[in-house]
């Protein structure tokens, strides 16, 4: 779990995956900087990484506009668009974040003994 929210490499658990801040998307290393791994392993490999950051942004988008309904009692039309807005900030986390649990889910599966 720590490897997961420091986004560090899943074969070595030292190296980082990005190189600089979530900010700075994407800021990726091509190859961890600790033991060599591969991040990219192809062409269109972070499309499964879309799913993920599809699934996390769906939930938060929802705990935001509960939030905002059940905090400033808004129709349901303008909470949603209230969750929208404060969502917003929280893309770029998402996206980071489902890289990294991308990366990892398909070490674990097909992990590249390379
Ligand atoms: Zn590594």
Do not use: H, N
């Amino acid at each position: 779990m720590r490897g997961i929210l420091g986004a560090l490499c899943p074969r070595c658990r030292t190296g980082k995956i990005f190189r600089k801040s979530v900010w700075r998307f994407p800021g990726m290393y091509e190859r961890c900087p600790a033991c060599g791994l591969k991040f990219e392993r192809e062409d269109g490999y972070f499309l499964g990484a879309m799913y993920i950051g599809y699934g996390l942004g769906v939930g938060t988008l929802a705990v935001l506009t509960a939030l905002v309904w059940e905090v400033l009692r808004w129709p349901l039309l303008k909470s949603v668009a209230g969750g929208v807005v404060l969502f917003l900030p929280f893309a770029p986390v998402l996206t980071w974040m489902a890289r990294v649990l991308w990366i990892w889910m398909d070490q674990g599966i097909d992990p590249d003994r390379s």
